[in-house]
């Protein structure tokens, strides 16, 4: 992940831009709704989605500048192999983007397509506002004639905001991000990402692979302790936004392997028996020494697992794209014929 865009660094075309917010009032109570649902649960849990504030994208930032965090560069080294060919076969007018964040990795295809002559619109769909609004001016500046519709929204909840598709499209969800959802809820979402598709559009996806359950831990708990300040970072958005009473200095940070599901999961323990509020849901919540609460899951991937999630959705494989030491994939889809 890059620094946010300053979008005064290049011109940009106001009227090729539109933007579509669906954060209205009375959808901003996700996050009290799953902090409610979360805690109250025997084996309690909050959703990765959540870390996101701007302390947590900072966090995130220099965890992806870390020697023990291989999947951001090399999914971005995948990217910049094969981009032109990803180009080629799917000729995309469109690129649909769930997630955008700052469009870092997906300009190795804007410019791939741009090359091509293909490109005429961006549609990036992100929960942060200015974040999409400063990577409109950027792009738009930087790609002459391209046309940038936003959607600020959850991809979880608004997929059905995207517009109507504007020629060829290739959606586009980077960075592994389909590992945090279970394999149910997984397949659903691809389902309905398959309702974004037409005969002749693709679906570029990124997963971490199944490897060495030590590089993945290392990969989740670094030397440095960055990952840790990450992963407690979620109490202080908590304690901001729903008035709660987390000391992060009473939980230590988690990541361990579970080798029955393939995946790595994040958690905070509890350091010492104690008594939680959150004041704006008139929730209190009791914390045993020594018990954990799960604030993530990253699952891993091998190939037949990503071609079966895919079939389930109703898509199917075109190619597979990986670095030489299998850390990380891409996978182009297509709807089945």
């Given at each position: ?24 009032e ?9 902090v ?109 004639g391209?046309?940038?519709h936003?959607?600020?929204?959850d ?107 393939e ?15 959150v ?10 020494a ?44 297509r709807?089945?014929?």
């Open positions: 992940m890059e620094p946010v865009i300053d979008a005064a660094e290049a011109p940009c075309d106001a009227a090729a831009i539109t933007i579509d917010s669906c954060l209205h009375g959808e901003q109570r996700s996050l009290a709704d799953d409610l649902d979360g805690l109250t649960k025997p084996f309690k849990e909050l959703p990765p989605k959540h870390f996101y504030d701007s302390r947590g994208a900072e966090l995130f930032d220099r965890i992806c500048e870390l020697p023990e965090y291989y999947p951001t560069r090399t999914e971005r080294s995948i990217l910049q192999e094969h981009a032109g060919p990803i180009a080629a076969m799917t000729s995309a007018a469109e690129l649909v983007e769930l997630g955008s964040g700052t469009a870092a990795k997906t300009r190795v295809l804007l410019d791939a397509l741009h090359e091509a002559g293909t490109l005429e619109r961006y549609v990036p769909v992100d929960v942060t506002e200015q974040m999409v609004r400063s990577c409109a001016q950027q792009l738009t500046g930087e790609y002459p391209l046309r940038v936003g959607v600020i929204g991809f979880e909840r608004h997929l059905d905001r995207v517009p109507d598709p504007d020629g060829a499209r290739l959606v586009v969800f980077l960075g592994g991000t389909i590992g945090n959802f279970p394999p149910g809820s997984r397949r659903r979402f691809l389902r309905e990402i398959a309702g974004l598709l037409g005969a002749g559009d693709h679906l570029l996806m990124g997963t971490d692979l199944v490897k060495d359950p030590q590089v993945l831990t290392r990969a989740y708990d670094d030397s440095e302790g960055v990952t840790a300040e990450f992963n407690r970072n979620l109490l202080r958005v908590l304690n901001r936004e729903l008035d709660a009473d987390f000391d992060p200095e009473d939980f230590e940070h988690v990541a361990l392997f579970d080798s029955e599901h995946w790595i999961e994040m958690r905070l323990r509890a350091r010492r028996a104690h008594t939680t509020t004041a704006e849901l008139g929730l209190s919540v009791r914390f045993e020594g018990e954990e609460m799960r604030t993530e899951i990253s699952a891993k991937f091998t190939r037949e697992r990503v071609e079966a999630d895919l079939a389930a959705a109703g898509l199917e494989l075109a190619s597979w794209l990986t670095d030489p030491d299998e850390l990380f994939a891409l996978s182009l889809s709807p089945a014929r």
